[in-house]
């Protein structure tokens, strides 16, 4: 017959049981989150050089924060998947590899000229961060950017 010292022990066995699934789940969903925005920003120049440091440079900006709880290490960047001219910049400016610990942010401005390198990729689609472990996070470029870039493209012409 069970006795009230029993009935304690087959309580604290239960409660036991769930802490430990409960810190399991927690071990296998504690990942790295990462939240990306896309943004048209344009730069002025505090000494202007050129005609075009008087007008401004204008930038697709990726944002990048680092809202998990622990740190990640940011490797790579592209536009649709094409490791570009701006994956080498990065590298060359020390932007990156980039270690952001939890609650950190990078910013990473693609100049708009520099696009015009590359006709193929024509207006961008998407933005691409990768971290050390090759996990590929993905950013689809807003359409009303898009819009704003295929029309500032069509004025340059």
């Not at 066995?13 to 296998?28: D, G, M, P, Q």
């Not at 697709?60 to 998947?81: A, C, E, M, W």
């Not at 910049?89 to 708009?112: F, M, N, T, V, W």
Request: hydrophobic share 40%.
């Amino acid at each position: 017959m069970p006795t009230g010292i029993d009935a304690v022990g087959i309580y604290a066995a239960i409660v036991a049981t769930i802490a430990v699934a409960w810190r399991i789940f927690e071990w296998f969903n504690d990942r790295t989150h990462l939240r990306l925005k896309v943004d048209y920003v344009s730069k002025l120049s505090l000494k202007p050089e050129t005609q075009e440091d008087k007008l401004g440079r204008n930038y697709l900006q990726l944002k990048v924060v680092n809202i998990g709880r622990r740190p990640i290490t940011l490797r790579d960047t592209s536009i649709d998947r094409e490791l570009c001219v701006f994956n080498a910049a990065c590298h060359k400016e020390g932007i990156l590899p980039k270690r952001l610990e939890p609650g950190e942010s990078l910013s990473i401005d693609y100049q708009l000229k520099r696009l015009e390198v590359m006709p193929a990729l024509g207006t961008p689609k998407s933005l691409y961060i990768v971290d050390a472990t090759d996990r590929v996070y993905t950013k689809k470029v807003p359409a009303r950017i898009r819009q704003w870039l295929a029309a500032e493209s069509e004025i340059e012409k």
